[in-house]
């Protein structure tokens, strides 16, 4: 469970950024904490926050960085959010995009999930043709102090493999699995299932705590896709989309401009969905 003080100052935070956001304040936010990279190839520092801007240098997995400012506009990029992000590290100062930057070391987080994977599933594991270790998990995307951590499944047959993405949140003290603290909220649990879950982190109502889209499949289908959308750092279910393939998402920017890619699973016909915060319903877009 969160400390009331560790919600309200990750609040107090949300909220100076979304008034940036929403009075379409210029300025950057001043910042000045420390963060890594998680990008296993490295990150890319710019000279300017801009994906075409020159490249003074490679920054390696797990470096450590200070944070100077953020720029205040949301942007994604491979399928991840974050903002441009101005750091120092040791040799120069520059612009990173921050859907790649993580609160603690990215090796903490993994190794939690993997005692933790391995603790439950350990026999499962140890029976199957899957050699698993840390190697075998990845950090999908990430967002303030939630991130989306994909580990192995235990294979859909001899010679096949499932990848499961599962929700954790840093309490400013250590890694957990997120889980809400009511009934009807979303629930991570550790699993060694056998078919596929993908879980997409991005922005869709009104706030900045990131919302997820859940989907899971077996055999080229998918059986099931939820989303949960965030209210006060709890999420609850908003619609089943049991009845479309969820193929892809564009996403723009906060409430009424956010779209959605989605193929029919009946008609096999691209459709366009909008998130509309005054009903609180997905709309298709004319």
Not at 47 to 72: F, G, H, M, V, W
Not at 95 to 120: C, D, R
Request: with cysteine; aromatic share 12%; glycine share 4%.
């Amino acid at each position: 469970m969160m400390s009331l003080n560790k919600i309200i100052f990750d609040l107090i935070i949300l909220i100076v950024l979304f008034d940036s956001i929403t009075l379409g304040a210029q300025e950057n936010i001043k910042d000045d904490r420390n963060v890594y990279v998680f990008a296993s190839k490295g990150l890319n520092l710019r000279a300017q926050p801009d994906q075409n801007a020159e490249i003074l240098k490679t920054i390696p997995y797990a470096k450590k960085l200070r944070i100077n400012e953020i720029d205040s506009k949301i942007i994604s990029i491979d399928q991840k959010i974050g903002h441009w992000t101005h750091i120092s590290d040791e040799e120069k100062e520059g612009w990173v995009f921050g859907g790649y930057l993580l609160v603690t070391n990215p090796n903490e987080l993994i190794t939690k999930v993997y005692q933790e994977v391995k603790s439950i599933n350990h026999k499962v594991y140890q029976s199957s043709s899957l050699k698993f270790s840390d190697k075998n998990i990845t950090i999908k995307s990430t967002y303030g102090n939630y991130a989306i951590v994909t580990y192995p499944g235990t294979g859909l047959e001899p010679g096949m493999s499932s990848k499961i993405d599962s929700v954790w949140f840093y309490n400013g003290t250590t890694w957990n699995l997120y889980i809400n603290d009511t009934k009807s909220g979303y629930v991570e649990k550790i699993s060694d299932s056998y078919q596929n879950k993908s879980i997409s982190l991005l922005l869709i109502n009104d706030d900045l705590i990131p919302d997820f889209i859940i989907s899971e499949y077996c055999c080229g289908s998918i059986s099931n896709s939820q989303i949960f959308l965030s209210n006060l750092n709890l999420h609850q279910k908003f619609k089943s989309l049991s009845d479309l393939s969820f193929s892809k998402f564009t996403w723009t920017h906060l409430c009424g401009n956010n779209l959605y890619l989605f193929v029919s699973s009946k008609d096999d016909k691209t459709k366009q969905y909008r998130y509309d915060c005054k009903s609180n319903q997905l709309k298709i877009n004319e």
